[in-house]
């Protein structure tokens, strides 16, 4: 069975604290995604991770893909509030252009 | 940037009436998506796009039908509404390898 898991579902952390989000998946795939989604919004874009050893870096937010372990990874920098919201990742299911999504990680960053 | 316009935020309609939910893209692309979201359950896949009058089902296509007479437009149906289809559904649009860009959501009760 094709499967993209998320861990932890639910992150609760303190401003400035550090964290990671990881995401295994069991295809074979060599891109993946990440999205954020802010309660009762749609998801927003966040990163296309291309390739194996892939990193990619926004603000307080780096995402990294190991195609070989089948694991990409989402690290929070010196958390701050406004970064709250759930994250997923998805792959490409093999052979079509739809997503394979995570559960998603919800996370909440406490003041 | 992509726009991806689903018809209506808010929804309200009665069991037993077909609804129809409009979604529409400027980019041209080839692929469209749609999904519904329901807590705890993630985002299921409902029915997909790959070209106009071509579509697939997704994982959950049970109660819905779509329609695709031209490229920018995927409507998402619901043949004859009940209460267990009342959810957030996301609209989504895809070209090639590109990450999927989605709507603002359609929050739909049934009552």
């Known amino acids: 069975e094709l499967k993209v898991e998320q861990n932890p579902l639910f992150l609760s952390m303190q401003e400035g604290k550090n964290y990671t989000i990881y995401c295994n998946y069991s295809?074979?795939?060599?891109?993946l995604y990440w999205y954020r989604q802010d309660p009762g919004k749609s998801l927003e874009s966040l990163f296309v991770l291309l390739s194996n050893g892939a990193v990619k870096q926004e603000g307080r937010l780096m995402a990294s893909l190991d195609t070989k372990a089948r694991l990409s990874t989402l690290h929070i920098t010196a958390a701050v509030h406004d970064l709250s919201a759930t994250y997923f990742c998805a792959v490409d299911f093999p052979g079509t252009y739809k997503y394979i999504f995570g559960t998603g990680t919800r996370l909440k960053v406490l003041a | 940037d992509v726009k991806v316009t689903q018809s209506s935020r808010y929804l309200v309609k009665r069991t037993g009436e077909k609804v129809f939910l409009e979604c529409v893209q400027d980019?041209?692309?080839?692929?469209m998506f749609w999904y519904r979201q329901d807590p705890g359950l993630g985002l299921r896949l409902i029915y997909f796009?790959?070209?106009?009058?071509?579509?697939e089902k997704g994982d959950i296509p049970e109660g819905y039908s779509v329609s695709r007479e031209k490229k920018e437009r995927f409507s998402l149906i619901l043949e004859s509404a009940s209460t267990n289809q009342t959810s957030m559904y996301l609209c989504a649009s895809r070209t090639g390898n590109q990450p999927q860009h989605f709507g603002d959501g359609t929050r739909l009760s049934i009552l």
């Open positions: 295809t074979t795939s060599d891109r």
């Open positions: 796009s790959y070209d106009v009058k071509m579509k």
């Open positions: 980019m041209d692309h080839e692929n």
